[in-house]
C-alpha cells in the first residue's frame, strides 16, 4: 500500500504561481510513476503531468507545457507541481497518484493510489 497526501492549494489570482506537493509513505515507490490529476467543476478527471520516479523523466498536457514542472525530492518520498502563469481555466481539485510500473501513461485508470485531492482555485 502506498498512501498519498497533497497539499498547497489555496486561492490565488491569474498569472500567480503555486506549488503543490504529494507526500508519499508506506511501500517504496522508487519503480514507480507519480502522476497529477485534476477534476474541473463538471468535468472528468484529466492528466496533467508524470514522472518516472527512478529516471526523472517526465511527461505533460499540452495545456500546462511551459506552465507548470513536475519534479521529486527522493530524500523526502515527495513530488511536487510547481504551477506558474496560472489562470481561471486551472481552476480544479488536483489529485496525486502513483502506479506501480515503469510505463508512463496518462489514464486515469492505470493509476494504483490515489490521494485525497487538494483545491486549486484561480481567480480572474
Known amino acids: 500500500q502506498v498512501q498519498l497526501v497533497e497539499s498547497g492549494g489555496g486561492l490565488v489570482q491569474a498569472g500567480d504561481s503555486l506549488r503543490l506537493s504529494c507526500a508519499a509513505s508506506?511501500?517504496?515507490?522508487?519503480?514507480?510513476?507519480m502522476g497529477w490529476f485534476r477534476q474541473g467543476p463538471g468535468k472528468e478527471r484529466e492528466f496533467v503531468a508524470a514522472i518516472k520516479w527512478n529516471s526523472g523523466i517526465t511527461y505533460y498536457e499540452e495545456s500546462v507545457k511551459g506552465r507548470f514542472t513536475i519534479s521529486r525530492d527522493n530524500a523526502k518520498n515527495t513530488v511536487y507541481l510547481q504551477m506558474n502563469s496560472l489562470k481561471p481555466e486551472d481552476t480544479a481539485v488536483y489529485y496525486c497518484?502513483?502506479?506501480?510500473?515503469?510505463?508512463?501513461?496518462?489514464?486515469?485508470?492505470?493509476?494504483?493510489?490515489w490521494g485525497q485531492g487538494t483545491q486549486v482555485t484561480v481567480s480572474s
Open positions: 508506506g511501500r517504496t515507490i522508487a519503480s514507480d510513476v
Open positions: 497518484a502513483a502506479r506501480r510500473s515503469l510505463v508512463l501513461t496518462t489514464l486515469v485508470k492505470e493509476y494504483d493510489y
